[in-house]
């Protein structure tokens, strides 16, 4: 690859001759001369002069975004530049070894396709006013100038670009170090830092070999999540956005944040670990998403305490928020509006997952996990949002083989029958037999940790028979206290019907009674009148 010096021999002797012209003019003639001559003079060169040229600028559109083609222009330049480029920068580091290189600003190289020749320039523009910071300044721009002769601008436009930018996107993934991203609350998005997501690198070792589950199911998911990696153009075809949902549940350490680990491992994607609680509402979630990268795995840890699903939570906030209403009708107000601005809805999260705007960006995995599956609201989790749910349980004897072949690398001992049926009668997660598998110190032999571990399943089941035991004879006190109490409310009940029936005799009685004397006293009137005629 030739250096850009090249460039100017190719403007031929039309250039140089105007070049000649132009600075044996600003040497000999008077300065109100030159104002007016060098307006036509750059409307001569403009004419004059035969090459296309074509500006990437490191931030694009009205939010300021990174430029992917950017990144991939210095990638695609970063190969070239480290044979040609005098002076070079080491900026991103790979594998925390071999630091990449790239072109530095004010630097040029050359590239050829098909034949053609083309230039390459970085470039960066300072601000005009200058202030003193400790800070890089917000307002500088990079760009990198691409130029070629007028008459391949078809070629260029149409094909040089393309092959640009595909190269550039196998150079990136190839080097990338994979990042862990979690979310910066809003009032960290702008300013000197202006990121949404922070990240570090993301060296989690689990993979679908270490993780112990039933085999059959953990190659179901490999697969599943193979056939989604490259299904780009099956997704296009059936006109469906580019991304899968998994919903994780099972009790805790059952190994769900682990297979997120695994998953990203198997595909090389990146990590986005979204914490909801510290979104504040539906639009700045969507920004959130909307700035993540494709080819990564969004994770929505612990659903179900993240966001109000039911509307439960927020009648309890209410109700909470009454017990110490401010008096003061200011304070009030701003409770009440900050109580407003904290809210993520299940809609908006629902627009998120499956909206419009889930389709930008290209491949994309979403995965929640919870401990309560029960308590998701079904529409989260329909098919279509999540669309494959797993559940990792307590461990089985194929899980019990993953940890023995990995944590003491055997695949057969005479314990492992007492294991396989201890495992049947009792529920251990994989995290405690991972844990009671470990070997404590170097004297440990392979012996030692299984016997551990049967006397820990043992331990369990014999706790998980207690506590059985207790909760049937609370249960059978329970209902013995619920019959005692029934039989007395009937008592009772008794008691009031047979009051009622003696109250309703007497009041018989009294009518009876007072029916005789009423009848008696008219004979006894009618009588004294019959005397008196
Ligand atoms: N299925 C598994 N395979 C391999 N290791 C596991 C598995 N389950 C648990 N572990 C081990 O137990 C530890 C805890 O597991 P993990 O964090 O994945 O559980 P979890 O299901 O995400 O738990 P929680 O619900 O509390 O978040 C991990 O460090 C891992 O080593
Ligand atoms: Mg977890």
Known sequence: MAMVGELWSHLGSTMGTLMLVYTLFKQFFPYHLQVSFEKYFHRIVRFAYPYVEITFDEFTGERMKRSEAYSRIKSYLSDKSTASAKRLKADVVKDSQSPVLSMDSNEEITDEFQGVKVWWSAHR????????????????????????HKRHRELITQSYISHVMMEGKEIETKRRQRKLYSNNPSQNWYGYRRSKWSNVLFEHPATFDTLAMDAKLKEEIKNDLIKFSKGKDYYARIGKAWKRGYLLY???????????????NLLDYDVYDLELTAVKENTEL????????????????????SIDLTGQREKKTEKDGNEDEPSDPVTKRVKEEEKKESKVTLSGLLNCIDGLWSSCGGERIIVFTTNYVEKLDPALIRKGRMDKHIELS????????????????????????????????TNMTPADVAENLMPKSDYDDVETCLKRLVEA?????????????????????????????????????????????????????????????????????????????
């Open 394 to 425: 307590y461990c089985c004897f194929d899980a019990f083989k993953v940890f023995a072949k990995n944590y003491l690398e055997i695949d057969s001992h005479s314990l492992f029958g007492e294991i396989e049926s201890l495992l049947g009668e």
């Open 125 to 148: 523009t300072l601000p005009k006013t200058q202030r003193i910071s400790w800070y890089p300044n917000d307002d500088e721009k990079k760009y990198y100038r691409l130029t070629v």
């Open 286 to 305: 969507r920004r959130l998403l909307l700035d993540t990268s494709s080819k990564s795995i969004i994770v929505i840890e612990d659903i179900d305490c």
């Open 457 to 533: 399943l043992e331990d369990a089941k014999e706790e998980a028979k207690k506590k059985a035991e207790d909760e049937a004879r609370l249960k059978a006190e329970k209902e013995e206290e619920k019959q005692k109490q029934k039989s007395v409310k009937e008592e009772k009940e008794q008691s009031g019907k047979d009051d009622k029936e003696v109250k309703e005799n007497g009041v018989a009685l009294e009518a009876a009674e007072a029916k005789e004397n009423g009848v008696a006293l008219e004979a006894a009137e009618a009588k004294e009148n019959g005397v008196a005629h």
């Open 250 to 264: 099972g009790p805790p350490g059952t190994g769900k944040s682990s297979m997120i680990a695994a998953m990203a």
